[in-house]
């Protein structure tokens, strides 16, 4: 047990020589503002709102890359999973883990939301116009201007083609 506490000591510290290098300008602790810095390079042109406290960051952005692209580099941030199972937080304590820790930050939680604008919804709903032979109305928010479609019952499978067209969509113009 000492032995494989000290070769994955040894792994943390390689690891984090690695990470400090990649990351020359990340804060220790502050996982939020590095995200967000990580974002804003990664996908230049886009604006994401990032928000974060000691436990949990939500990040917010409209049209841009699609939300697995996204949250490929959100979930480094998170310090492991919640386990429906066992109904608690399993705690990520690979070397990995630990050295991103040291150098970015993590935190519990990482809630990504992917809205959408009017024109891109619009887009969408007028190619699933094509297949289904219905028009969908494109609504927008009084309370916080981005687009929806409100749920029509009787045109159930558009609605959820357009927003699964929407999903797996790059939207960068």
């Known amino acids: 047990a000492k032995l494989a506490?000290?070769?994955k000591s040894k792994e943390v510290k390689e690891i984090t020589a690695r990470l400090r290098a990649e990351y020359p300008k990340a804060k220790p602790g502050k996982a939020s503002l590095n995200l967000k810095a990580e974002l804003t390079r990664t996908f230049p042109g886009?604006?994401?709102?990032?928000?974060?406290?000691h436990s949990s960051i939500n990040v917010k952005y409209?049209?841009?890359?699609?939300l697995d692209e996204v949250?490929?580099?959100?979930?480094?941030?998170?310090?492991g999973d919640f386990d429906g199972m066992q109904d608690m937080h399993i705690d990520d304590n690979s070397a990995f883990g630990q050295?991103?820790?040291?150098?970015?930050g993590r935190v519990k939680y990482v809630f990504v939301e992917r809205h959408y604008s009017k024109d891109a919804m619009q887009a969408a709903a007028d190619?699933?116009?094509?297949?289904?032979?219905?028009a969908m109305t494109v609504k927008v928010s009084d309370y916080d201007a981005h687009a929806?479609?409100?749920?029509?019952?009787?045109?159930?499978?558009?609605h959820n083609d357009i927003y699964t067209l929407l999903r797996a969509t790059d939207l960068r113009f």
């Open 5 to 7: 506490a000290e070769n």
């Open 99 to 104: 050295a991103f820790d040291i150098v970015c």
């Open 148 to 158: 929806y479609i409100e749920t029509d019952w009787q045109h159930e499978h558009q």
């Open 62 to 66: 409209t049209d841009g890359p699609a």
């Open 127 to 134: 190619l699933t116009e094509a297949r289904y032979g219905h």
């Open 46 to 53: 886009v604006k994401f709102s990032v928000r974060g406290d």
């Open 71 to 79: 949250e490929a580099i959100t979930s480094k941030y998170k310090d």
